[in-house]
């Protein structure tokens, strides 16, 4: 019989200082995550790392407490500017994600003395000016806009070795290569580098190649483990006008409370959020063509409650961090598998059950087998299992 106790590991085991403690324990996070057991120690030797992990496993925590940590040696109170050069560079692929990795950051960082900053595109460009004149040691940015600031020479990289790519799959789904590796130029040659990504083709294998030095690999649980606890539920419908009403019915019948309905298109999601309003449900969109006050006061209304339905596409919805989302719903099937598993992954986080629902007709047949049939290394775990007795929506 084994009778040693098992370790649990807790942020006291660590070696984090002080300030980094406190803000985590003021913001009520008891035992780290197991991506946050995985990388905290291994970040904090300077190595570099390959993350398999998902938004919502506590990958933020997982690589910025202990970048805080290595920074801490620079922090300081002075005022100058000077004296807080870009030490950490994180990018990451949308405004939103962006913008929360931030506010996560700034939480950690709150006791440290170090400072962050962040800059995105779609938004003014003179209040970012503004706060990298002030200094930041983290900066925070999407791509295209960080190389904006770098061309009007408002930000410095040379001194930032430590470098994060978030969410690098979606990176590269967005057209970023190209400006992902002209900022790697302007980073100094000796550096720590952090690649996660919630999928792994051969393109980002290949990326990694290019910029990671003997890369520990960490992949948190299972590969597809947001999938375990989430049901998986297609319905058929008849045409695509019935869709509409499959997705009122879904969330009367199902009493949700908040839910995400999925898009494959712009002009979908903002149909389908009007025409839900017409039928007198709380809906409301956001997409890349919406203003990014727009999208970012929706994102808020909807995480407060005050909107029950939010219509979005894969692009803005990517990395949002809703907390207790019961269902999210497939108006329309993704084009890859991959999309549907970051869709899915909206629902069911942190141990809670929750329920994907997909809605198709018979021309969504070869999308439906395509998920299916995935045979990637990050497919739905489960196989998707229909409706007990076989229920129709919408007609
Ligand atoms: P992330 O995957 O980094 O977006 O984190 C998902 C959510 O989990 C965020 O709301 C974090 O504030 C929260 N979180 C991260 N680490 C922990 C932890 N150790 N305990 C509780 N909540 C956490």
Redesign the pocket.
Known sequence: MNTTTPSVTT?NDFGLAEPILRA?TE???????P??VQAIPIVLQGRDVMGA??????????FALPILQRLMQHANTSASPARHPVRALILAPTRELAD??YA?VR?YAKYTGLRAAVVFGGVDIAPQIAALRQGAEIVIATPGRLLDHVGQRTISLGGADVFVMDEADRMLDMGFLPDIQRIINLLPPVRQNLMFSATFSGEIRKLAETFLQHPVSIEVARRNAAAENVEQLVFRVADAESKRVAVAQLVRERALSQVIVFTNTKIGAGRLARQLEKDGLNANAIHGDKSQQERLATLEAFKKGEIAILVATDVAAR?L?I?ELPAVINYDLPYSPEDYIHRIGRTG??GASGAALSLMTGADERLLDGIQSCSSANCPSRPWRWPAGARTHGR
């Open positions: 942020f985590v913001l009520g996070y008891r035992e780290p995550t991506i946050q992990a998902q938004t919502g496993t506590g990958k933020t925590a997982g929360q990795i996560n939480e990395g961090d907390v986080r942190a």
